[in-house]
């Protein structure tokens, strides 16, 4: 679908559209107000989170002792658990409420130091944790930290065995059971995903998409397609192919013009979408690769078959929010967090799950950005007891509140106040995964930047991409099941 148009056409249909997204804008903004008295207690209430409880005996008192957390100092992750008061804004008040719960429940104080943790400091930081733990230093009781940096800490043989925490049940909903599951070696496991760490929600991938363009270029509803199980990779890339509007109108698909998709990040999410496999567990607690298949690589030539497209913009490296805020993408692959960027946008927009592989697959799954954070425990914890009551009514709490309110208030924008927004959001939520191979990606050869590479083609296509690490990768993967099997 190539549409050229003079300037003064697309400027006529942009003010029409323009002013029925104000319209609507007003209308959702309405609607908004008579319902903020919905409270993400309410929310937890409704969806049965309520219910849930920890096992932590109300009769722990641990006489004002403090427990410790060591997280990374760069804006957002302090946030995670640092609240010094409450300011109005319902993510840090429930952090706050957090705090004071835990704190009264157990009859201890929290402090939360903070290191330059972020790429280029990621192994500063590392190696100052190793350095603590080895000289017996008891500065901090938890480290939250990088989810693609803490397989790294966790060979390194300076974490505890989260199972052998006391107080901790790693088999309650708010630690995240795909991550459970997956990130368990040999029954162990040294770092852990779960609501405490709001990161894990709002740097969950989703598909954006602009409502005003999608009732214009897409013949189907998207929110359908995804309640009957229709919402495929083959589907999405037949709404994707057709969309160029030759804004300039001098026949070449560039940057300024409206189209369909922008190839600039999501490999992950796409591959996690469409259940691609890295490995899969062995009859002894291990693994094994499951990696070069015939299914992965159709899920990787299909994907790339978007590059070359004029419906698509592709750069290497390169994203661009404001392709979207400016109405200039029907679709566009972001973390949820993406909506705090686009609360003034003109036009109207929602978000759905990464697409399924094909319509027999159980059910929509996404991943997170691996800059996420993930909990530890380090060996020089000072009370393993209090840290891992500390953690559990943390995540209790965060489960209940935290996340629902990170719905109501952070991703319920004046375009976002709807039902259907909010079934995607459940179904985004509960499609959580983690694979094995990507949560330890740094320590096992990197496969995840092969199929990230092999989604453009940077270096070659999968197989001779495969072939070429194949050997390391086997290498990488025996040398991380050795470290767990000697710990």
Avoid at 113 to 122: D, N, S
Avoid at 149 to 159: E, S, W
Avoid at 302 to 327: I, M, P, R
Wanted: aromatic fraction near 14%; include cysteine; charged fraction near 25%.
């Amino acid at each position: 679908m190539v549409i050229t148009m003079s300037k003064s056409i697309i400027a006529f249909i942009l003010a029409i559209l323009c002013a029925a997204s104000t319209s609507c804008a007003r209308q959702a903004q309405t609607e908004g107000d008579a319902n903020a008295d919905t409270t993400a207690a309410e929310t937890a209430e409704l969806v049965g989170r309520e219910a849930v409880s920890s096992s932590v005996p109300d009769t722990l008192n641990f006489d004002g002792e403090t427990v410790t957390i060591l997280t990374r100092s760069e804006s957002g992750f302090p946030e995670e658990f640092l609240a010094e008061e409450e300011n109005g804004d319902i993510i840090n008040d429930t952090v706050y409420k957090r705090d004071q719960y835990v704190t009264e429940r157990l009859n201890c104080t929290t402090d939360v130091i903070t290191r330059a943790g972020g790429w280029g400091e990621h192994i500063n930081f590392m190696n100052s944790v190793t350095s603590d733990v080895m000289a017996g230093d008891q500065s901090y009781d938890i480290i939250s930290y990088y989810a693609y940096c803490a397989p790294m800490l966790a060979t390194q043989g300076v974490l505890l065995n989260l199972y052998d925490i006391e107080y901790l049940d790693l088999s309650k909903p708010w630690w995240h059971q795909s991550f459970v599951e997956n990130a368990t070696v040999y029954d162990k496991l040294y770092h852990v995903a779960g609501d405490i760490n709001l990161t894990t929600v709002s740097y969950r991938y989703a598909i954006f998409f602009n409502k005003t363009l999608s009732d214009i270029y897409v013949e189907d509803n998207l929110y359908s397609l995804v309640d009957d199980g229709k919402w495929t990779l083959d589907k999405f890339l037949s709404c994707v192919k057709d969309i160029w509007i030759d804004v300039d109108g001098d026949g070449i698909s560039e940057e300024t013009d409206i189209l369909g998709w922008e190839f600039g990040g999501g490999y992950d999410a796409i591959a996690a979408g469409c259940r691609f496999t890295y490995t899969e567990k062995t009859d002894d607690g291990g693994y094994k690769w499951n990696f070069y298949t015939e299914r992965n690589n159709d899920i990787i030539e299909k994907y790339f078959s978007l590059k070359n497209l004029e419906s698509v913009f592709y750069k290497d490296n390169y994203t661009n929010t404001a392709s979207f805020y400016n109405s200039m993408r029907v679709f566009y692959p972001s973390t949820l967090n993406l909506s705090d960027q686009l609360r003034d946008m003109r036009d109207e927009y929602g978000i759905l799950p990464f697409p399924k592989y094909d319509e027999s697959q159980d059910g929509y799954y996404t991943t997170v950005n691996d800059n996420y954070s993930q909990i530890m425990i380090p060996l020089t914890c000072k009370n393993t007891e209090l840290a891992g009551a500390y953690l559990e009514l943390s995540g209790e709490y965060s489960y209940k509140y935290l996340t629902p309110a990170y719905f109501e208030v952070a991703m319920k924008t004046k375009y976002l106040r709807d039902s259907d927004s909010a079934r995607m959001f459940d179904i985004i939520m509960d499609g959580a995964s983690y694979d094995f191979a990507v949560i330890n990606s740094s320590v096992i050869g990197d496969p995840v930047f092969i199929t990230r590479n092999s989604m453009q083609e940077k270096g070659g296509n999968f197989a001779s991409q495969y072939a070429s690490q194949e050997s390391v990768l086997e290498a990488k993967l025996e040398e991380l099941l050795k470290t767990y099997r000697e710990e």
